[in-house]
């Protein structure tokens, strides 16, 4: 496919340097939020905090809630970077169904018809895709070409 000449010039960032520059302004825009919609219920957890220690068990366990948001996100890139955002929103819904299969083996819930029909059709479509995928050789699709950007990360 031919490209407009403002996109062969986006150059290639790795996922760890997207992650880099993409944090900043994730945070700066997602704390005023959460203070707006949080603050009262943050206001009422800090009066029932009473020792130190249970400052540092709140900040560690958000350290390491942290930490296992950026290795989700920074395989979300691989995946992305290896595969294709198909791949990713496959992968997504494989995760969707084992929820669901989860919540019916250990909470006992319940389906009704229409629940029923959108697994069997969300299974199918997965298997679709592997089958598809894999009979071209796993070659995916067809826009992996190289389209002139050079990896700089």
Known sequence: PVLPQAATLIPYLSPLRTILYTSPTTTLFCI??????ESSSIAADTQIIDSPSEIVLVVLTMLFI???????????YWLVDATSSLALSVAGMVEELITVGRGLFFFSESLDLMNVIGFVVCQAGILMYVKLRYDKGGSGDDDDEDD?????G
């Open 66 to 76: 942290a930490t296992l948001v950026f290795v989700l996100l920074l395989s979300e």
């Open 148 to 152: 002139g950007r050079r990896r700089i």
């Open 32 to 37: 005023p939020l959460a203070l707006g919609f």
